[in-house]
């Protein structure tokens, strides 16, 4: 993917509206990283620089260029509020109007809402692992008392007794 990736940035390089970059997450751009929620890489992050959206579209030059195309450009925020429509700007328009505290809490509750998903999430997957990791467990368990209990060996004779029966034939 670097290589597409590279041609990419160099493709949007004169670009005063679309940024195409790259970010060493394990060096100085490791705090950047951390508050969008960066976790594996490669990772492909777009949109209002301030609400970072996943990118899930293919990563080959011509799916990313694509993409980039459509979709890297001024878009609805408060910076642009003349793109927005009738609904989104009065949105804009009450979150605006409010005091710092009141939407600093308003967003530690919604980020609050997706840290508990997230947890749940892990707890609920943790479960399901474990009843798999069990139920493995008991598939093979059984498996071997079956054979241990002469499945083999039972198999054994019954072919021995069919090529008995053929023999007198």
Known sequence: MKPD?????????????????????TAAGKPLCESNGVKGYPTIKWGDPSDLQDY?????????????????????????????DKDK????????????ADLDAKIASEEKKIS????????ELQKLQSAYQ????????????????GLGLMKSCKAAKAKGSSDEL
Do not use: H
């Not at 069990?134 to 209990?149: E, G, N, S």
């Open 56 to 84: 899930q579209g293919g990563r080959d030059y011509e799916s990313l260029k694509t993409f980039a195309e459509e979709n890297l450009k001024p878009v609805c925020s408060p910076a642009n509020i003349e793109l927005c």
């Open 89 to 100: 700007k009065k949105e804009i328009e009450t979150f605006m109007a409010m005091a710092d």
């Open 5 to 25: 990736w590279d041609k990419l940035m160099s493709a949007f390089s004169g670009s005063t509206t679309q940024l195409v970059a790259d970010v060493d997450c």
């Open 134 to 149: 069990k139920l493995m467990d008991d598939k093979d368990k059984t498996i071997a008392d079956v054979k241990a209990a």
């Open 116 to 123: 508990d998903a997230e947890s749940l999430f892990e707890t």
